[in-house]
């Protein structure tokens, strides 16, 4: 939601918070479990019990903080999730409770849930408005199937064509000249706003290899480990 913002829940928020969460549409119970709000996700201890849990929570959320920023199927910002630790086990004798145990644990153990849980990549789309003569309507319209878009709206205004459209950023690079191509230089076009959508189920795989490829992490896609 708009209303909730990035933050770690404290005592001094937590009243606050939680009634945002709880207008938000989560459950007061789980709400008041929450211990931060990052980049659109939030971290919910739903331990009971566990001991020295206060002690390495800090470090808990690091290893959340830094499994959202790069998750794990092609090390790309992740959005809209909720992440519950439910139990843990945790080493009697501190030194091995450190930052160089733990973080790696929880984020890997995030990773994990996220994989088992399934992932998918979203895109950025962007809504614009194409402003053409009439007589272009069949020009404009395969322009914009051509590059995976979609037509929402189509208006007619005194022999003037104004369309709103749904095109995906990664393929829309030179529409502007495509665009002057298909209507003799008479069409133009506006942004109107910007969004992130899934992504098609069959580029999934192939984009997630090229983004891998790139950032020349492992070609293989990196699957769930369930023992």
């Given at each position: 939601?708009?209303?909730?913002?990035?933050?770690?829940?404290?005592?001094?928020?937590?009243?606050?918070?939680?009634?945002?969460?709880?207008?938000?549409?989560?459950?007061?119970?789980?709400?008041?479990?929450?211990?931060?709000?990052?980049?659109?996700?939030?971290?919910?201890?739903?331990?009971?019990?566990?001991?020295?849990?206060?002690?390495?929570?800090?470090?808990?959320?690091?290893?959340?903080?830094?499994?959202?920023?790069?998750?794990?199927?092609?090390?790309?910002?992740?959005?809209?999730?909720?992440?519950?630790?439910?139990?843990?086990?945790?080493?009697?004798?501190?030194?091995?409770?450190?930052?160089?145990?733990?973080?790696?644990?929880?984020?890997?153990?995030?990773?994990?849930?996220?994989?088992?849980?399934?992932?998918?990549?979203?895109?950025?789309?962007q809504t614009m408005r194409i402003d053409a003569p009439m007589e272009y309507l069949?020009?404009?319209?395969?322009?914009?199937?051509?590059?995976?878009?979609?037509?929402?709206?189509?208006?007619?205004?005194?022999?003037?064509?104004?369309?709103?459209?749904?095109?995906?950023?990664?393929?829309?690079?030179?529409?502007?000249?495509?665009?002057?191509?298909?209507?003799?230089?008479?069409?133009?076009?506006?942004?109107?706003?910007?969004?992130?959508?899934?992504?098609?189920?069959?580029?999934?795989?192939?984009?997630?290899?090229?983004?891998?490829?790139?950032?020349?992490?492992?070609?293989?896609?990196?699957?769930?480990?369930?023992?």
């Amino acid at each position: 939601s708009g209303d909730i913002s990035e933050t770690k829940v404290r005592k001094k928020n937590l009243k606050e918070m939680t009634a945002a969460l709880v207008d938000a549409g989560m459950e007061r119970d789980v709400a008041k479990k929450v211990k931060e709000v990052f980049k659109g996700c939030i971290f919910v201890d739903a331990t009971r019990g566990i001991v020295y849990i206060n002690e390495i929570i800090s470090l808990v959320l690091e290893a959340f903080r830094e499994a959202v920023k790069a998750g794990p199927l092609s090390r790309e910002p992740c959005g809209k999730l909720i992440i519950k630790l439910t139990d843990a086990k945790l080493h009697e004798d501190s030194i091995h409770r450190g930052p160089a145990q733990i973080i790696p644990a929880m984020r890997n153990s995030i990773y994990n849930a996220m994989l088992t849980a399934g992932t998918v990549l979203f895109e950025p789309i962007q809504t614009m408005r194409i402003d053409a003569p009439m007589e272009y309507l069949g020009n404009v319209s395969k322009l914009v199937q051509s590059i995976r878009g979609q037509l929402i709206d189509t208006q007619q205004d005194q022999g003037a064509l104004n369309i709103t459209a749904k095109v995906p950023v990664a393929d829309s690079f030179g529409f502007t000249s495509n665009l002057r191509a298909s209507t003799k230089g008479r069409g133009a076009w506006f942004l109107m706003d910007q969004n992130f959508e899934r992504l098609p189920f069959e580029l999934q795989k192939n984009v997630a290899l090229k983004i891998r490829q790139r950032k020349g992490l492992k070609e293989e896609e990196p699957q769930p480990q369930l023992d």
